[in-house]
């Protein structure tokens, strides 16, 4: 696979698709890092490992299961990714975005992205759930976008705009649910870093400085494309760890999947509220 993509690649992924499917989904749904057991709760399911999928990116990664399922949850016919590609795994920004493409081309509307994120504000605290209300695409202002390369006048406009990546109606039923279900939900901004390090002090009181509330190495390709193929968007992080601003804690992935595995339940049950209110 180049770095570039083109439609004749991401059309033959989709007819290998719907060769597998009888139904036609309208809600994709990107699960981060020891969040995949959400897809269990499929009905109905297809299920297609990414390795068996044309052009798809496969993940590396511990925590990512690397298969589509593909069925029906709480009313609504969705294709969830049980794991992610990731920038430091290789892939160029336009290849992690290369699902989201695909999910356009099948006529997808709404997408829903999860992410394990690192606390940044010193409130949060491992094992909450907070809404995305904003991005900071710090590695798109670099010029890694997932949109650099030839447009795709079919699916978008060479210049999308961003003022809101994030859809306030999906934000606003997540906020619901979360308070019918007695859920303290945080609401922040969220950068994507390159990774695959954890941040230094140093990188997390910049951060802090410049307005982040939460930091992860994914999403924010995803949504970008999304946005410009106009599928709405809701982004769900997962605080999988303390703001480390002095120095004095040791982050590892090993934490990461298991503060996954504490916020789950409350992830499941805003995710589920939101599809069945759509």
């Known amino acids: 696979m180049s770095e570039f993509i083109n439609l ?24 981060g890092s020891g969040l995949g057991t959400l897809a269990e709760k499929v009905e109905d399911a297809v299920i297609i490992p990414y390795g068996d999928i044309p052009s798809w990116p496969v993940s590396t990664v511990e925590g990512h299961h690397g298969r589509l399922v593909i069925g029906m949850l709480e009313g609504q016919a969705v294709l969830v990714m049980q794991g992610r590609a990731h920038y430091y795994e290789g892939y160029s920004m336009p290849q992690v975005g290369f699902p ?51 447009n795709f006048d079919q699916i978008g406009p060479r210049f999308p705009d961003m003022g809101l990546a994030y859809d306030r109606e999906l934000g606003e039923l997540a906020r619901q649910v979360a308070k019918e279900n007695d859920i303290a939900m945080r609401e922040g901004v969220y950068i994507c870093l390159a990774g695959p390090s954890f941040e230094t002090p140093a990188d997390l009181r910049f951060l802090k400085a410049i307005g982040v509330d939460a930091v992860g190495m994914s999403t924010v390709p995803e949504v970008t494309v999304a946005r410009h193929g106009g599928m709405r968007a809701l982004g769900l992080s997962t605080i999988s760890n303390k703001a480390n601003l002095d120095g004095d804690t040791i982050t590892s992935h090993e934490e990461v999947l298991a503060a ?11 995710v589920e509220g939101v599809l069945a209110s759509l």
């Open 8 to 31: 004749s690649e991401i059309d033959r992924t989709v007819e290998f698709i719907q060769r597998q499917i009888t139904i036609k989904p309208s809600v994709g749904m990107i699960l």
């Open 100 to 150: 989201v493409r695909v999910m356009q081309r099948l006529g997808l509307e709404i997408l829903i992205v999860t992410n394990a994120a690192g606390a940044v504000n010193p409130e949060f605290e491992p094992g909450e759930v907070m809404l995305i209300t904003d991005h900071l695409n710090l590695l798109g202002m670099a010029g890694e976008s997932p949109l650099r390369g030839p």
């Open 260 to 270: 996954g595995k504490i916020v789950l339940p409350r992830l499941t049950t805003i």
